[in-house]
Nanobody
Framework: QVQLVESGGGLVQSGGSLRLSCSPS????????IGWFRQAPGKEREGVSC????????IYEDFAQGRFTIAGDKAKNLVNLALNNLKPEDTAMYYC????????????????RGQGTQVTVSE
C-alpha cells in the first residue's frame, strides 16, 4: 500500500523542540520530493519545508528558516523535520506530502499526503 505516515508530534512548551518523521511505504523516500505542511484550525494550509533528495534541493518558508531543519534518511526511508525554538503560533497539524519542491510556490503542490501529527506549543 502506498502511503505516508507521520509521527513525532506532541505537546511542548514555548522554546522547546520536537522532531517529526515522515515514513513513506510503497516507495523510496528519494523517489519523489517530500514536503512538510501545516494547518491550524481556521487557517489555510501552509508549506513549511520540502526536500528533493535525488536533486539535493531544500526549500524553507521564511518562518521556518533558522528554526526548522529538514533532512532525508535514505537508509531508514524517512524524511525528518526538526522543530526548534517552537512558538505558540507553530501550533498546528503537521503532515507530509509528495510535492515538486521547486520555486517559491512549491507549497501549492501537494499530492499523496499522510494523516498528520499534531504539534501543540504552550506559552
Amino acid at each position: 500500500q502506498v502511503q505516508l505516515v507521520e509521527s513525532g508530534g506532541g505537546l511542548v512548551q514555548s522554546g522547546g523542540s520536537l522532531r517529526l518523521s515522515c515514513s513513506p511505504s510503497g516507495f523510496s523516500v528519494d523517489s519523489y520530493a517530500i514536503g512538510w505542511f501545516r494547518q491550524a484550525p481556521g487557517k489555510e494550509r501552509e508549506g513549511v519545508s520540502c526536500i528533493n533528495i535525488k536533486e539535493g534541493r531544500i526549500i524553507y518558508e521564511d518562518f521556518a528558516q533558522g528554526r526548522f531543519t529538514i533532512a532525508g534518511d535514505k537508509a531508514k526511508n524517512l524524511v525528518n523535520l526538526a522543530l526548534n525554538n517552537l512558538k505558540p503560533e507553530d501550533t498546528a497539524m503537521y503532515y507530509c506530502a509528495t510535492t515538486f519542491c521547486e520555486g517559491r510556490n512549491w507549497h501549492r503542490s501537494a499530492g499523496l499526503r499522510g494523516q498528520g501529527t499534531q504539534v501543540t506549543v504552550s506559552e
